[in-house]
């Protein structure tokens, strides 16, 4: 078993919390939704407040997140080449289909929203940069997971917390075997309401210059807005600028 620093592990809980509140909380509610003794509380605070972590408020006395933490996440994503080439095809496909267009990552058993573009007709999802879903029941995780050998999709099935997050979540593996195999015939993958209720999401996987799979883009509508129609048209606009974007971090077919 790993070595867990305590007043590192109950620092980050602390953040952890107070992610949750944008207006604050005070000691005493940190302190029971942590369980800690308020005088533990007080001194990480106050180290978290030194290191920029944390502020309390003049009036309110409540105590809340600095943007410190965004910052130094946003530091890793801006690094990373993919969002840099991906945001103006993420704008482009914005205009195009007047839906939401993400840009993920994956990570262990997850994707990791590192790109968002808004449309007018904006549905009001869950989704933000840093926002961490499941592989299996997302359009972009799906469309990552069937460039996967069966070995390392059965991996992660069997590492993931399977939970049936909507009636039309798939939590059986030989179904999720038999979406796979749809997807890699025909490029693309569909989240039809398995994460989200009238939710609709068609995403395809992107390529780096060695050939890997770097990531994925979807277009997200609501189940009124992106028709089943629509689904037959966006799917060949989601293989396209995913190409594009490929294309442009040097891979080639």
Known sequence: MQEIVQSVDRSLSILEVLSDYEDGLGITEISEKVKLHKSTVHRLLATLIYKGY??????????????????????KVEKMDLV?????YLKKLVEKTNEVVHLVVSEGTEIIYVGKEESQNTIRTHS???????????????????????????????????????????????ELKRCLNEIRKKGYAVDEQENEIGVRCVGASIFNHKGEVCGAISISGSTISLTEIKL??????????????????????
């Open 54 to 75: 944390v502020e309390q408020g003049y009036e309110t006395n409540k105590y809340k997140l600095t943007l410190k933490l965004f910052e130094l996440g946003n530091k």
């Open 84 to 88: 840099t080439v991906a945001r103006p």
């Open 128 to 174: 933000r940069i840093g926002y961490r879903r499941p592989l299996y029941c997302t359009a972009v995780g799906k469309s990552i997971l069937s460039y996967m050998k069966d070995e390392d999709v059965e991996d992660i099935w069997n590492k993931s917390h399977i939970e049936k997050l909507t009636e039309y979540t798939i939590t059986n593996f030989e």
């Open 232 to 253: 037959e048209e966006f799917s060949k606009l989601a293989i396209e600028y995913a190409d594009k974007i490929s294309k442009e971090l040097g891979y080639r077919k």
